[in-house]
């Protein structure tokens, strides 16, 4: 076994996973968001505040040479070679979480096929034509590790920018890492058209899109645009913002004059509404259409199919494990 001097030890230990990433494997470093960072590699790594956090498996540590052997399988001397080995060639660069990154959104990988998806959308009464538009368009598919349903949000150019997860038969939701909330799920009209409406989410876009359809109306019509997330106002409600995808909608789309929020029925869903309204441009006509029946438009359609509304738990740090929140 080759000897190491200590102070050679001592010296890669002082190695942070960021410096060593940013250094020695620039194209393996992601930028979350603020100052975390993760890898392309494994989405669930998270890297802040000089340590780093593996979720999914568990485990973590503070410097590169703790992830070179927890994640990387190396030796305890492998590790040390090679960090003293770069080092020496390269000597680190050590850089500050701080410093900006462009954000790069890490999309679950594909599953082979959708069947659960589709089964799971059909279960929520959303139209097939409409399933198999989303399909064929991008919008969705089903991921391969936990076969969750992943919502795509896309730029002009049709490129990924935003994916929302949500899972089948758990009470899962959450976002790939690297999205942009300001191209959270939508479906655009075809044609230019001045109303574009708001929903929470991409199932409740989708089964407002299915009424349509239900009604002998042309879904694809108007713009349909769900935000990222809850909207969250501010304590004071003037103060509040317009929430960052449907801002990014209105630019894309100066030709819009209605604005219509179909928000959920409940608390949340309604301080929504009165603060969006309240922070619009007076330019627009702002209108108030929550679902008729249930908490949200999936509600409603499910009432209309007389299909059993799905009822989901509130998210708590109890009930989500490494392995739901994230896909590797």
Known sequence: MPYIPPSVVQEVKRMDLL??????????????????????????????????????????????????????????????????????????????????????????????????????????????????????SGRVYESAFHHNVV???????????????????????????????????????????????????????????????????????????SLAGVYQPAKEIEKSKVPAALARTLKMHPEVKTIVLHLDNDRIGRLATKAISAVLPKQYQVKDVPPKQGKDYNDLLCIKLNLAITKREKRTKKNMSGYEKYER
């Open 19 to 136: 410096t060593y990433l940013k250094n020695y494997e620039p194209y393996e470093l992601v930028h979350f968001s603020g100052n975390t960072y993760t890898t392309r590699t494994h989405d669930s790594l998270k890297i802040s505040n000089g340590k780093w956090m593996w979720w999914s498996q568990r485990t973590g540590g503070r410097s590169a040479l703790d992830y070179l052997i927890k994640v990387r399988g190396y030796s305890f001397l492998e590790a040390v070679e090679l960090l003293a080995e770069r080092a020496n060639i390269q000597p680190p660069l050590f850089v500050s979480e701080n410093v900006p990154m462009e954000k790069q959104l890490l999309l679950p990988k594909k599953n082979q096929d959708d069947q659960k998806v589709i089964a799971y959308l059909l279960g929520r009464g959303i139209d097939k034509e409409i399933i198999q538009f989303c399909l064929e």
């Open 151 to 225: 919502f795509v949000g896309m730029d002009e150019k049709d490129n990924p920018k935003y994916a929302a997860l949500r899972g089948i038969g758990i009470s899962f939701i959450g976002e790939a890492n690297g999205s942009d909330k300001n191209y959270s799920f939508s479906i655009f009209a075809e044609k230019s058209n001045d109303t574009v409406h708001l929903f929470e989410s991409a199932i409740d876009l989708l089964s407002y899109a299915t009424l349509q359809k239900l009604d002998g109306k042309e879904w694809r019509r108007e713009h349909l645009l």
